[in-house]
């Protein structure tokens, strides 16, 4: 009979001691799911937090690489290669953002004042660089000298920043370049359209200038390329001017950024 309650008692104790530990087997599942969940979900509001609502970027009007024309309605349809290119980096990263046409000297200035978010397209310089940080450049961009026809190009280069009469758009990285490079005859102007007309005109010798910019404007004039005279100075290429102010508090939005320019690069060359 002793045995008999014994072997009870150790039956009994071992169903206790089975249904404790399937009772902890299954509190640390709970707690294991638990803690991965919320590591999952530390993880994702991490890497959202670099990620804003909505980005603004500030252009100009600047075919055929970004322009804004208004139909009979009043509806802005944009377009443009740098548009496009920029559309396609924002489209994989799964970013909202709103461009803003202004004229390109307050499109910059809003930025160093941190009213906007960036500006494009853009090639580096010291000034913009002491505001805002330029991201991988993905739109191809050739820099020409044009010449009047009948102008007689001074054979070296000395010679031209001494005496040749040139023109370039105001608040323009190529105006920046000319006066960096102590070309000392240099006059500004607000658009490409007044440059074109008053080379045609031969009031200035030459110009220096993004070459589909200034090509496009000559056939919308209504002139012959054959009116002027190209010698190629150089490449630099474009990017996103995004603002310091803004990246402060988005630190992990520019790697992203960069990380899609390369695919979805504009070259036409």
């Given at each position: 009979?002793?045995?008999?309650?014994?072997?009870?008692?150790?039956?009994?104790?071992?169903?206790?001691?089975?249904?404790?530990?399937?009772?902890?087997?299954?509190?640390?599942?709970?707690?294991?799911?638990?803690?991965?969940?919320?590591?999952?979900?530390?993880?994702?509001?991490?890497?959202?937090?670099?990620?804003?609502?909505?980005?603004?970027?500030?252009?100009?009007?600047w075919a055929p690489y970004h322009s804004q024309e208004r139909d009979s309605q009043g509806v802005a349809h944009e377009s443009g290669y740098g548009l496009t290119a920029l559309?396609?980096?924002?489209?994989?990263?799964?970013?909202?953002?709103?461009?803003?046409?202004?004229?390109?000297?307050?499109?910059?200035?809003?930025?160093?004042?941190?009213?906007?978010?960036?500006?494009?397209?853009?090639?580096?310089?010291?000034?913009?660089?002491?505001?805002?940080?330029?991201?991988?450049?993905?739109?191809?961009?050739?820099?020409?000298?044009?010449?009047?026809?009948?102008?007689?190009?001074?054979?070296?280069?000395?010679?031209?920043?001494?005496?040749?009469?040139?023109?370039?758009?105001?608040?323009?990285?190529?105006?920046?370049?000319?006066?960096?490079?102590?070309?000392?005859?240099?006059?500004?102007?607000?658009?490409?359209?007044?440059?074109?007309?008053?080379?045609?005109?031969?009031?200035?010798?030459?110009?220096?200038?993004?070459?589909l910019l200034f090509e496009a404007q000559v056939r919308q004039s209504q002139l012959s390329l054959d009116a002027f005279v190209k010698r190629p100075n150089m490449r630099i290429?474009?990017?996103?001017?995004?603002?310091?102010?803004?990246?402060?508090k988005h630190p992990g939005f520019l790697e992203r950024f960069n990380r899609h320019t390369q695919a979805c690069r504009f070259d036409y060359q």
């Amino acid at each position: 009979m002793v045995n008999k309650a014994q072997s009870k008692r150790s039956f009994h104790h071992q169903a206790k001691l089975k249904i404790f530990c399937s009772s902890l087997i299954v509190i640390g599942t709970i707690l294991s799911i638990a803690f991965y969940s919320n590591a999952k979900s530390d993880q994702n509001n991490s890497s959202q937090k670099g990620k804003p609502k909505l980005v603004t970027i500030t252009t100009q009007q600047w075919a055929p690489y970004h322009s804004q024309e208004r139909d009979s309605q009043g509806v802005a349809h944009e377009s443009g290669y740098g548009l496009t290119a920029l559309d396609c980096v924002m489209a994989k990263i799964g970013q909202p953002y709103r461009v803003i046409f202004l004229p390109w000297g307050r499109a910059q200035n809003s930025v160093k004042q941190g009213k906007y978010d960036a500006f494009f397209s853009a090639s580096r310089n010291e000034w913009r660089d002491q505001f805002a940080v330029l991201s991988n450049t993905f739109i191809q961009q050739e820099w020409n000298f044009y010449y009047h026809k009948n102008y007689r190009i001074p054979a070296s280069i000395n010679e031209q920043k001494s005496n040749t009469v040139f023109g370039a758009r105001i608040h323009s990285n190529s105006a920046h370049w000319l006066a960096k490079n102590k070309f000392k005859r240099v006059k500004t102007f607000p658009t490409i359209t007044e440059l074109v007309k008053l080379l045609d005109a031969k009031r200035i010798d030459g110009v220096m200038e993004n070459a589909l910019l200034f090509e496009a404007q000559v056939r919308q004039s209504q002139l012959s390329l054959d009116a002027f005279v190209k010698r190629p100075n150089m490449r630099i290429d474009l990017g996103v001017y995004f603002g310091k102010t803004f990246l402060a508090k988005h630190p992990g939005f520019l790697e992203r950024f960069n990380r899609h320019t390369q695919a979805c690069r504009f070259d036409y060359q």
